[in-house]
């Protein structure tokens, strides 16, 4: 069974680019997240989708970040304009079943971006 | 609030020695505790959760932690280091209720001296 798949691996973009950072979550999972980890801090929670709709969206940092999970497959994180502060790794993860929070949360290999 | 927190940001241990990485937890109610471990240049990979029953949790690569509720601790544990145990590891928690999303503390790097 395929694990969650992330898009792409390493990115490094200008300041004020624009980034669009691609997970397929493992088959059949209702769950995807979203989570960052800045150098040298903790891994932060972004949001949650249930299938296509965003259960909970409170750890995104502003409004230059988008996150869409078209038909509850697969989801984007777009980064417009890519501020300085947003370099790290972006790792998205996916789980099964509604509301069962002892579900293991599978995580991705991350995504690593660097805005310069 | 829930929050996590590991002590240590760096802890050595020699081959073949038992290890421990600290980590305690907040939350509001019964917890969900999890293990994550990054290997370098690579995601988190899940190593052991704890959900309810039996505090003393085993998982992948023999690899244990203790659920102490008393004390709000999840220690993990292993008897005897591997150099390939060398990594980064982290702690999580998530209420029973509530949030769905996992908080983790910031990290122990676990070095494994030859």
């Known amino acids: 069974e395929a694990g969650v798949t992330q898009f792409p691996s390493h990115s490094v973009i200008e300041k004020g680019q624009t980034v669009t950072l691609r997970c397929d979550p493992i088959?059949?999972?209702?769950?995807l997240y979203w989570y960052r980890r800045v150098m040298g801090k903790e891994i932060k929670f972004l949001l949650h989708?249930?299938?296509?709709?965003?259960?909970?969206e409170s750890g995104m940092p502003n409004n230059r970040f988008l996150a869409e999970r078209t038909g509850g497959t697969y989801s984007t994180l777009k980064v417009q304009p890519a501020e300085l502060e947003d370099s790290g790794v972006y790792f998205c993860?996916?789980?099964?079943?509604?509301?069962?929070?002892?579900?293991?949360?599978?995580f991705g290999e991350g995504s690593w971006l660097t805005v310069v | 609030a829930q929050s996590v927190a590991q002590p240590e940001d760096q802890v050595n241990v020699a081959e073949g020695n038992p290890l421990t990485v600290k980590c305690t937890y907040s939350?509001?109610?019964?917890?969900?505790l999890f293990w994550y471990v990054q290997y370098p240049n690579r995601g988190l990979q899940f190593l052991l959760k704890?959900?309810?029953?039996?505090?003393l949790v085993k998982g992948s690569y023999g690899f244990e932690a203790e659920f102490n509720k008393s004390q709000t601790s999840f220690h993990l544990k292993k008897p005897s280091a591997l150099v390939s145990d060398s990594a980064l590891y982290f702690c999580?928690?998530?209420?029973?209720?509530?949030?769905?999303?996992?908080?983790f503390g910031t990290g122990t790097r676990l070095t494994v001296i030859p």
């Open positions: 704890y959900i309810t029953g039996d505090n």
């Open positions: 999580a928690v998530r209420a029973l209720t509530g949030a769905n999303n996992l908080f």
């Open positions: 993860a996916s789980s099964q079943g509604r509301g069962s929070g002892g579900n293991t949360i599978y």
């Open positions: 939350v509001s109610g019964n917890p969900y």
């Open positions: 989708f249930v299938k296509e709709s965003k259960q909970d």
């Open positions: 088959s059949g999972h209702d769950n």
